[in-house]
């Protein structure tokens, strides 16, 4: 069983960054993909990026590729999102999420285990 917790959501100005971050409990943290995820009002949960159990090969959503950076550190059991040049369409609810296989994935199906979710509001 894995328990996530996001934080480090806000209000930030365009062009500004935003780091997020998400604490995770649970003994097998470390063999767990981890991934970022975020719902927009009026639009799916989709997708920003995944990282596998070891933290190589990231993967990112095309819209966030350059400006985000997903992390993770396993001594400390945290993944981190490092949001850079944000923009207005980046205003969302983001969700930290951990699946039960070390392989990074963008499918949100294969996530198991979900946070609650940090708000981050980008303004003009």
């Known amino acids: 069983q894995v328990q996530l917790a996001e934080s480090g959501g806000g209000l930030v100005q365009a062009g500004g960054s935003l780091r997020l971050s998400c604490a995770a409990s649970?003994?097998?943290?470390?063999?767990?993909?981890l991934g970022w995820f975020r719902k927009s009002p009026g639009k799916e949960r989709r997708v920003v990026a995944a990282?596998?159990?070891?933290?190589?090969?990231?993967l990112y959503a095309d819209s966030v590729k350059g400006r985000f950076t997903i992390s993770r550190d396993n001594a400390k059991n945290t993944v981190s999102l490092q949001m850079n040049n944000v923009k207005p369409e980046d205003t969302a609810v983001y969700y930290c999420?951990?699946?039960?296989?070390?392989?990074?994935?963008?499918?949100?199906?294969?996530?198991?285990?979900w946070g609650r979710g940090t708000q981050v509001t980008v303004s003009s």
């Open positions: 649970g003994r097998t943290f470390s063999s767990f993909a």
């Open positions: 990282i596998s159990a070891s933290g190589g090969s990231p």
């Open positions: 999420a951990a699946r039960n296989v070390g392989s990074a994935t963008t499918r949100l199906a294969l996530y198991g285990y």
